[in-house]
């Protein structure tokens, strides 16, 4: 089992849409978590990080699930401009995993 | 601007020509690492630098060589690359570790014949 775990998608939405993904995670000491962004052929860039009481910023809404070890990323209004992979991250002592990634392709 | 920057971007080379891919950061951090990228796998680890003259191993550290001689310089090399090492480059550094907002260099696409 792969420590950190997302479907690859790709997940096709209509501007506008709501989107939700979801991201698990094997170790339950990971301590942090966050949500990268990566455009196709370009380097990632850390969108936000996951706080244990769930955090927002914008359209962008990111929880944590210890309990089930699992974190997600909720996009609300999708633009075209979301069009990416988003990649989830966990941090535990000094040691940071990635996931794959999960491909969102938002169209007119 | 506060940027990480690498060279090559792209790099065809032959097994075994040795190579270097240079990594450096403007933005003071002590931290610096490599990360590969395959499809499917995600991001792995070569190799980290807590800062320094201190490097360390990561998830993938075989056939790969750093040195860090300056805090914002972090070269990956290759001395003997094979085709297993086609991957997609990454240089990144944060202020103190991984707890901590990486950032990404541009990345280097390679590909060993």
């Known amino acids: 089992r792969k420590e950190v775990e997302q479907d690859p998608g790709p997940f096709n939405v209509p501007e506008g849409a709501t989107v939700a993904f979801n991201c698990t995670y094997s170790?339950?000491?990971?301590?942090?978590f966050f949500w990268y962004r990566q455009d196709c052929r370009k380097e990632p860039k850390l969108l936000m990080s996951v706080y244990s009481s769930g955090n927002e910023d914008g359209r962008f809404t990111a929880q944590l699930n210890r309990a089930s070890q699992y974190i997600s990323l909720l996009i609300r209004d999708s633009k075209l401009s979301d069009s990416a992979t988003y990649l989830c991250v966990v941090y535990n002592n000094n040691d940071m995993r990635f996931g794959a990634g999960t491909r969102l392709t938002v169209k007119p | 601007e506060a940027q990480v920057t690498q060279n090559p971007r792209y790099l065809i080379t032959v097994t075994g020509k040795k190579l270097t891919v240079t990594c450096s950061q403007n933005?003071?951090?002590?931290?610096m690492s490599w990360y590969r990228q395959d499809p499917g796998l995600g991001l792995r680890q070569i190799y980290y630098?807590?800062?320094?003259?201190?490097?360390d191993k990561g998830d993938v550290p075989e056939g790969y060589k750093v040195s860090r001689k300056e805090k914002r310089n972090f070269p990956l090399i290759l001395e003997s690359p094979s085709p297993n090492q086609t991957s997609l480059y990454f240089c990144?550094?944060?202020?103190?570790?991984?707890?901590?907002?990486?950032?990404f260099g541009p990345g280097t696409r390679l590909t060993v014949t």
């Open positions: 933005m003071n951090h002590e931290y």
């Open positions: 170790n339950s000491a990971s301590q942090s």
């Open positions: 990144a550094s944060s202020f103190s570790g991984t707890a901590y907002e990486q950032y």
């Open positions: 630098s807590m800062n320094v003259e201190v490097t």
